[in-house]
């Protein structure tokens, strides 16, 4: 009987663990951006412009680009899956945050455990701008391509695609950078990193520190 019971014992700890044991409404996931999955896309695209503009069979360099382009698009596509799967999950308890890494209980830290990033405006601009003006650069290039051809063109097509991508990138950055909370979250255990950055929107950091025994991060 007594193994019976650490068994089940066991089972029950191991249960308290995991984040499958936690009900929805008491959850609060980071909101991730879609960065990966924007380059996936125009990564695939870029390869299946390039293999239906290529002669049959293709050449030995058309192979070697095509494979190139469409194993970073798959890479970068299973990179956005893998980051929403393994989501950093925080769920407060009696005034203690337990965060949840890849679905387990990675640790429990108070309130103050947990700071704000600050948004720094001017590294926003000098690294926004530049992308900004490359975007309307290649917009403006790839629709008097197309323009000028009065046909759809396969390189017209492909600057077009880059400008558009170059744009979603810039909204999903912002929207990220300003309409989401930042929160730097302690690591457990790591040679690389003290603290993680999880993004929630407002409605989930209200939810998160607004009770009277949760505390507000610094």
């Known amino acids: 009987m007594g193994n019976g019971n650490e068994a089940y014992q066991e089972m029950m700890e191991g249960a308290e663990r995991s984040l499958d044991y936690v009900p929805e409404d008491r959850r609060v996931a980071e909101r991730l951006g879609w960065q990966p999955g924007i380059w996936a896309?125009?990564?695939?695209?870029?390869?299946?412009?390039?293999?239906?503009?290529?002669?049959?069979?293709?050449?030995?360099?058309?192979?070697?680009?095509?494979?190139?382009?469409?194993?970073?698009?798959l890479v970068l596509a299973v990179w956005q899956a893998a980051m929403h799967r393994n989501r950093t999950v925080l769920v407060r308890e009696d005034g203690l945050i337990r965060v949840y890494r890849?679905?387990?209980?990675?640790?429990?830290?108070?309130?103050?455990?947990?700071?704000?990033?600050?948004?720094?405006?001017?590294?926003?601009?000098?690294?926004?701008?530049?992308?900004?003006?490359?975007?309307?650069?290649?917009?403006?290039?790839?629709?008097?391509?197309?323009?000028r051809e009065r046909e759809v063109s396969s390189d017209g097509l492909i600057v077009l695609a880059l400008g558009l991508t170059l744009v979603a990138s810039l909204a999903s950055a912002f929207w990220t950078r300003f309409f989401r909370r930042h929160l730097l979250v302690p690591v457990r255990n790591s040679r690389w990193l003290a603290e993680e950055t999880v993004l929630v929107s407002a409605r989930q950091f209200e939810d998160l520190f607004s009770g009277k025994d949760g505390g507000r991060p610094l």
């Open 102 to 147: 890849k679905r387990r209980l990675d640790m429990v830290v108070v309130a103050g455990d947990i700071r704000i990033e600050k948004a720094d405006i001017v590294v926003i601009l000098k690294i926004g701008a530049p992308l900004a003006i490359a975007a309307a650069l290649f917009l403006g290039v790839g629709i008097t391509m197309l323009w």
């Open 41 to 73: 896309s125009f990564c695939l695209l870029l390869g299946c412009l390039i293999l239906a503009e290529c002669k049959w069979p293709p050449g030995l360099i058309t192979m070697e680009l095509l494979g190139v382009v469409f194993f970073a698009g």
